[in-house]
């Protein structure tokens, strides 16, 4: 019998001990392990490596894809693993969301849209084009919300080009991207973003923690600026977001 792989990472400023099947596992949570005192754990069985290989199959056969793709059980078991941590992470106040973070100047900006909208291609752009953006993290970032902010926290989950780091940044802005021949940006009400950010949120499975966790979305929506970016993907468009979404800052 495969003997367990232990450790305890941080996210969020949550320390949480985890065992997991594959040492893998553990050299992917790399830059998040900690020695602080766990307030949590999690477990991953073979049985969540499975139910993970039914949900790619599954995504599969809705996307229509011609070809099987075929994951590794190590590679699953690091998506169970988010899966199982988005619970125990909701008592602290933090939930998982699909996005792509930069932080310049001390301040943290969201950019979120369905996958193939340009969500990479414009964090390139803010790269090359911004001095001193960083990414925090190129696609599940955690977001916890605390009385005094809301925090854009690092994960191991960095998407294919592996963007990010273990950093944690006060969030003040998220911005929903829209293909468009020209680049303009505008301030957007919550009820507005509201089902884009509901979309891009993980969502559990579990009723009671499904409803907490679209709470905390309500929660961080009202409590940071809110924007569309309608953008072409030339470099321009990095200059009209970045200075569309400071001049609110600036202003106040």
């Not at 005192?37 to 809705?62: L, T, Y």
């Not at 949120?201 to 499904?210: D, I």
Request: aromatic residues 8%; proline residues 5%; glycine residues 6%.
């Amino acid at each position: 019998m495969q003997s367990s792989v232990t450790f305890t990472i941080s996210l969020a400023e949550v320390p949480v001990a985890v065992s997991v099947l594959y040492p893998s596992t553990k050299n992917f949570c790399r830059d998040y392990l900690t020695d602080k005192e766990p307030i949590c754990s999690v477990n991953i069985s073979r049985q969540d490596v499975g139910s993970e290989r039914q949900r790619a199959e599954a995504q599969r056969a809705r996307e229509g894809a011609s070809q099987r793709h075929v994951f590794s059980d190590a590679y699953l078991e690091t998506l169970a693993l988010y899966r199982k941590l988005a619970l125990p992470l909701l008592d602290c106040g933090a939930f998982i969301f699909h996005g792509s973070v930069l932080a310049v100047d001390g301040r943290a900006y969201l950019f979120t849209a369905p996958s193939g909208t340009g969500k990479t291609t414009h964090t390139r752009l803010w790269m090359d084009q911004i001095p001193g953006a960083a990414v925090l993290n190129g696609d599940k970032p955690l977001l916890r919300v605390t009385e005094r902010e809301i925090l854009a926290c690092g994960t191991p989950w960095q998407g294919k080009e592996n963007y990010g780091c273990n950093m944690i940044c006060p969030l003040e802005a998220v911005c929903i991207l829209q293909r468009s021949g020209e680049n303009h940006i505008e301030p957007v009400t919550m009820s507005e973003a509201l089902a884009v950010l509901i979309q891009q949120t993980h969502r559990p499975e579990q009723p009671e923690a499904l409803c907490r966790t679209l709470d905390l979305v309500g929660r961080m929506g009202s409590r940071v600026k809110l924007y569309r970016l309608g953008c072409n993907m030339e470099p321009e468009a990095a200059w009209v977001s970045y200075e569309g979404m400071r001049s609110i800052f600036e202003a106040d």
